[in-house]
């Protein structure tokens, strides 16, 4: 109760410090916050704050930044029903906590105000950085930047670059989603042709746009927050002489703008683990296996970026090792009637469809043992039922033992993917212990209702 009571006394204090009334209401929507730049700045500096149902008056709108449980009032200079420009007061700087040489740099929470409707208070990724302007990066009146000489925050873009297409100069991740400014920069300039200047907007990747990291620009079936874990599980690389080149190269080791950013390197055989524990390693041609496509190059789907022996797409968010990927599999109209959940329907004599009776752990392209037993994920066996993750995932794809995936239960050939086990043509499932072995040590022995 006392914090409800404070929070309702600050609402009324700001109402008052307004000139509203505390009951007052409008037909206006709420204000929406979507993007503040620059992320880092000082005292005086020029602040754009974007969003919408702004009004275009500027005086009927005030953006108030909150610190250290106080807050300063700022009406904007300019102002769109979208757009709201306005510098940092002072009243902002005395918001900043003392300390020892000066003012304390600080993060602030904004909130805008039109017409008494308030909009939410702005989250960490788009509440900026209020610095000493000794420190201050980006657009700081009659200075200069720590940060514009080189590259101060290590992202791949000098300070320079970062002012020139809006990012910040102090910041790797100006946009706050996870994927440095400088892999989106490059990433955006590989799906634009790498000799076209940077596209700086949507529908690229943008280091402006906290949005895409669930996007898949380029097609491969991996989003950019996956291809972005990737090229930091593979070490980071970059070459510079790819930045300006027209090949399908990227400069970084995996790009979100091409299929093909190392489509020369030839993915290494996996170092097996099995022997340590007296088990046979898999018998699966190496590279050979990784090649989804049947081609001569190597794309970044097909290659390994944790070195388990499942290729990228087999491990992403959309791939065979989510099991509701398997749901959705065995609904798809690739199976005509589809295939019903293992408890619901048996297919002569088998139940290999979407099974639930308990949980499994999604594998992940770049963590190459997820459960930490020390196999590999690719030997590894995730349904626990005596036939590898290789086995049975790289099947849904292409046919990897050969078999040629017959005619199988009603089926037309090549639609049901099937491996032989003991002379016999079955279907797989590496999220169900009960295919391709009914009996297998983990299939239930009791079918639910």
């Not at 209020?130 to 101060?152: E, F, L, M, R």
């Not at 440095?180 to 200047?197: F, H, M, Q, S």
């Not at 991996?222 to 980071?236: C, F, K, N, P, V």
């Amino acid at each position: 109760m006392r914090r409800r009571a404070i929070h309702i006394c600050l609402g009324l204090i700001a109402l008052l410090a307004l000139g509203l009334p505390a009951g007052a209401s409008a037909k206006s929507k709420r204000p929406v916050i979507t993007r503040v730049t620059p992320m880092r700045l000082a005292v005086g500096s020029k602040l754009t704050v974007r969003g919408r149902n702004f009004s275009s008056h500027a005086r009927r709108n005030t953006v108030i930044f909150h610190a250290g449980g106080r807050s300063a009032f700022v009406k904007p200079r300019r102002a769109s029903r979208r757009k709201l420009v306005l510098r940092v007061s002072k009243s902002v700087g005395r918001l900043l906590p003392s300390g020892q040489g000066g003012r304390k740099t600080t993060r602030m929470k904004l909130r805008v105000v039109v017409r008494r409707r308030f909009s939410r208070w702005t989250r960490k990724r788009l509440s900026p950085v209020i610095v000493s302007g000794a420190d201050a990066g980006g657009d700081v009146p009659g200075g200069t930047s720590s940060c514009v000489t080189g590259d101060t925050d290590q992202d791949l873009l000098s300070g320079d670059r970062e002012l020139e297409i809006g990012t910040d100069p102090c910041l790797d991740d100006t946009d706050g989603d996870g994927t440095t400014d400088g892999w989106e920069y490059y990433a955006a300039r590989d799906l634009n042709i790498k000799a076209v200047p940077y596209p700086g907007k949507r529908p690229f990747p943008n280091a402006l746009d906290p949005s895409d990291r669930s996007i898949d620009f380029d097609g491969d079936g991996l989003t950019s927050g996956e291809e972005y874990r990737a090229w930091r599980a593979t070490g980071s690389s970059f070459i510079p002489s790819k930045v300006d080149g027209l090949d399908l190269e990227s400069p970084l080791g995996y790009s979100d703008g091409t299929k093909f950013s190392r489509a020369t390197e030839t993915p290494s055989v996996p170092a097996w683990r099995s022997s340590s524990y007296g088990l046979p390693a898999p018998s699966q041609p190496f590279p050979a296996t990784f090649n989804l496509h049947g081609d001569g190059s190597w794309r970044d789907d097909e290659r390994d970026a944790d070195r388990d022996g499942l290729s990228n797409w087999l491990e992403s968010s959309r791939g065979p090792s989510n099991n509701h990927w398997w749901q959705q599999f065995w609904g798809s109209k690739r199976f005509e009637p589809s295939v019903q959940s293992w408890q619901e329907q048996a297919y002569c004599g088998y139940r290999p469809g979407y099974f639930d009776q308990r949980p499994f752990a999604n594998l992940d392209l770049a963590d190459g043992d997820v459960d930490g037993d020390t196999l590999l994920d690719g030997e590894d066996d995730q349904d626990n039922d005596g036939f590898s993750n290789i086995t049975e995932m790289y099947e849904v794809k292409y046919d990897l033992d050969g078999n040629g995936n017959p005619a199988w239960c009603g089926w037309a050939p090549g639609v049901m993917p099937t491996i032989l086990a003991g002379g016999v043509d079955v279907p797989v499932n590496a999220m169900n212990p009960c295919v391709p072995n009914r009996t297998s040590r983990t299939c239930s022995d009791y079918v639910p209702f």
